[in-house]
């Protein structure tokens, strides 16, 4: 006998051919039991969760190139017509005792696709949500009120909500305008497009003029790179003349748009005070491999796919090479600064996963301030010669970094952001250009006015 005999996931099998006899039906092909199709008591057992692959008609302007932009517009149109549309309620578990269960399903989301697997709990475009040369392929997920055993009257009672879901989406889908749709395809391709062009134009980044990095996070959403577009004040980025700007023609809207070009093997600094928006750049640049919809605020940021980030966080270390920063190891540890064993500190922790970054060859490496330690990047009066900070190889060995380049985000690192081929500076939450030569001589200065005041004390 099956372990599901008698239960609800018995019926699904039943159910399934009563379901969606019109314009939308039960993708037969894409069922996967319990995986994307199923009926299960919820754990609190006040509820009926519910799995179905569905298959409608691609609208018009939705397929072809970029249709998971496409896709997206549909989703996010579903999930906002659930309030008013009744029918539409079981995605977002109306009726049930915990709603809340059914946020993921309903919670907006502006991530189109994504190599990384932030968001896969929301619902939005992917493997399962997208457009093909068959239409329109969606899961549907949500809950039902529980109706108990799964005895003819009951089972009555759920196909007829599950049935009227499916017309209901059909009658949202069809509502859809081609114009957002054929827009959404426009900017899925200039977005793809644009990121296999940033090699062959000596590129790793493109931060497109009117960007707005700025983030608002929600209990869902709580990761930069799935969070939404800030709310209220926001303001654009706009690349400073100093910075030599990059023209670019985008494939899918045939635009022409502006912005800052990141560099392959240059050392980029964004500089500036705390709370001006270093690190949440730095974010936006990262999530620059993923493609985003119209309004996230960072759809015309792109940038290559491998980017590495290097942090500084206590960690076992099995055979880390941290040759390049040190020259012998601590005590506390086995091996030597090719082949380090046992519990590394901070410092070491981000000179091996630095190590890593370039033996791998990435194309862009991202470090901030925040997130390091210090004595890996900076040189100190009474630091040993045996660590060698990523300043000085900036300075002295630029050729050990090999092609990546190396964008960081400093406030108080004087003497690394003087060894960046560019500045960026953060102020008032906008972008201006700082000359590293006059940064320099301003560092100088600074530091004969240390030596004069210390002088002063003896």
């Known amino acids: 006998m099956s372990t599901t005999e008698g239960s609800w996931q018995a ?16 993708d037969r092909q894409r069922v996967r039991n319990l995986v994307n199709t199923y009926l299960v008591r919820s754990l609190d057992t006040t509820a009926l969760r519910f799995s179905l692959p569905v298959l409608l008609p691609a609208p018009a302007g939705a397929s072809g190139p970029g249709a998971d932009g496409a896709a997206g517009v549909i989703i996010e149109a579903i999930k906002a017509a659930v309030p008013a549309e009744r029918d539409l309620g079981p995605i977002a578990g109306t009726g049930t005792e915990h709603p809340r269960h059914c946020l993921p399903n309903v919670e907006p989301v502006t991530l189109v696709a994504s190599r990384s697997a932030i968001g896969t709990d929301l619902w939005r475009p992917d493997g399962d949500n997208r457009i093909d040369g068959g239409g329109l392929r969606l899961v549907i997920r949500g809950a039902l009120p529980y109706p108990g055993p799964p005895v003819p009257g009951a089972v009555r009672e759920v196909t007829g909500p599950l049935a009227a879901l499916l017309d209901a989406l059909d009658r949202i889908v069809r509502r859809v305008p081609a114009g957002p749709l054929a827009a959404a395809r426009d900017l899925s391709v200039d977005q793809k497009e644009l990121r296999r062009a940033l090699c062959g134009m000596g590129l790793v980044a493109f931060i ?6 700025a983030r608002r996070f929600t209990r869902l959403r709580c990761h930069h790179r799935i969070a939404g577009p800030k709310e209220g004040v926001h303001v654009p980025f706009c690349c400073p003349v100093e910075l030599d700007p990059v023209e670019v023609e985008l494939a899918g809207s045939g635009r022409i748009v502006t912005g800052l070009g990141l560099r392959r093997r240059e050392a980029f600094a964004i500089a500036g005070s705390n709370a001006e928006g270093k690190s949440t750049l730095l974010h936006a640049v990262v999530a620059g491999a993923d493609d985003h919809a119209a309004g996230d605020g960072r759809e015309l940021l792109v940038s290559v796919n491998g980017i590495a980030r290097a942090e500084a966080n206590e960690q076992g270390l099995v055979g880390a090479d941290v040759s390049l920063f040190f020259r012998s190891l601590p005590p506390g540890l086995s091996g030597n600064p090719r082949s380090a064993y046992g519990w590394g500190s901070g410092s070491l922790v981000m000179a091996h996963k630095i190590q890593a970054a370039l033996r791998a060859a990435a194309p862009l490496l991202i470090l901030d301030e925040d997130r390091s330690a210090t004595n890996l990047l900076v040189p100190g009066c009474l630091q040993s010669g045996e660590v ?6 900036l300075a002295t060995r630029r050729e050990a970094l090999g092609e990546t380049a190396i964008l960081f985000a400093a406030s108080s690192l004087d003497i690394l952001i003087a060894q960046a081929d560019r500045i960026l500076v953060l102020a008032g939450h906008e972008a201006q250009a700082l000359d590293p030569g006059e940064f320099r001589r301003r560092l100088d200065r600074h530091l004969k006015e240390v030596r004069e005041h210390l002088a002063a004390k003896e």
Do not use: K, M, Q
């Open 208 to 213: 497109a003029d009117g960007t707005r990095p």
């Open 388 to 393: 060698t900070p990523l300043s000085t190889l």
């Open 11 to 26: 019926e699904v099998h039943r159910i399934i051919p009563d379901l969606g006899d019109g314009r939308a039906r039960i």
